[in-house]
């Protein structure tokens, strides 16, 4: 049972365009949401967080958007840039654990072309 | 800052030996630290979840007996899959977390081939 589910696995965009990575959940419980990217034989780094109390936050050329409404948030990525070509996961957490008990995603493959 | 190391990264080993995962966070007292495994195309699916000093706690699952977590000091966790078998081959991954900060920290992983 995917309770977080990335349903694009690629995304390729152009160098200094913006990508736009989504993400939908099921658990209505969620209250924190989070981005990881992973480049190959490294462990996921965190990107950028996000509260339910919130439906946006940016942080540089990241920005985390969330529709409590529609169990859907997105990473959005302006400009992009060739170095962020990575796996990005979606992760999300219930009941105020804050970063325990985190549910991923299966990953979307981003790919910046120069 | 946030370093969290695994070791080794890639294991072959034969049935029914043990194999010990080590996971130190480097630069930070890590009070919770997690266990995943991820199977090919899969998303990474939590095993168990360690404090430091206490028993950990398992996923609905995961057979505590087969995997032996020790969290024995702020900084070190480990995974021993005991008396292995193909099936357990999979990339086992874990992370760390301090005291009231919010983020997982990982491990780059460990690919564990059972033959």
């Known amino acids: 049972d995917q309770q977080v589910k990335q349903n694009s696995p690629s995304l390729s965009v152009q160098e200094g365009r913006i990508s736009i990575l989504n993400c939908d959940y099921t658990n209505s419980m969620f209250d924190y949401f989070l981005w990881y990217k992973k480049y190959p034989a490294e462990g996921p780094t965190f990107l950028i967080s996000i509260s339910s109390i919130k439906d946006k936050n940016e942080d540089g050329r990241f920005t985390v958007f969330l529709n409590k409404s529609a169990k859907h948030l997105s990473l959005h990525i302006v400009p992009s840039q060739p170095g962020d070509s990575a796996v990005y996961f979606c992760?999300?957490?219930?009941?105020?654990?804050?970063?325990?008990?985190?549910?991923f995603g299966t990953g979307t493959r981003l790919t910046v072309i120069p | 800052g946030a370093v969290v190391s695994q070791h080794p990264s890639r294991v072959i080993c034969k049935s029914g030996t043990s194999v010990k995962i080590e996971c130190r966070s480097l630069d930070f007292q890590a009070t919770t630290m997690f266990w995943y495994r991820q199977f090919p195309k899969q998303s990474l699916m939590l095993m168990a979840t360690?404090?430091?000093?206490?028993?950990?706690?398992?996923e609905q699952g995961v057979e505590k007996d087969k995997f032996l977590i020790n969290h024995a000091s702020l900084t070190l966790s480990t995974l021993t899959v005991t008396s292995a078998h193909p099936e357990d081959s999979s990339f086992y991954i874990c992370s760390a977390k301090a005291l009231a900060k919010n983020i997982q920290y990982f491990g780059a992983g460990t690919r564990l081939s059972v033959l």
């Open positions: 360690s404090n430091e000093g206490s028993k950990a706690t398992y």
């Open positions: 992760a999300a957490s219930a009941g105020q654990t804050g970063a325990n008990n985190l549910f």
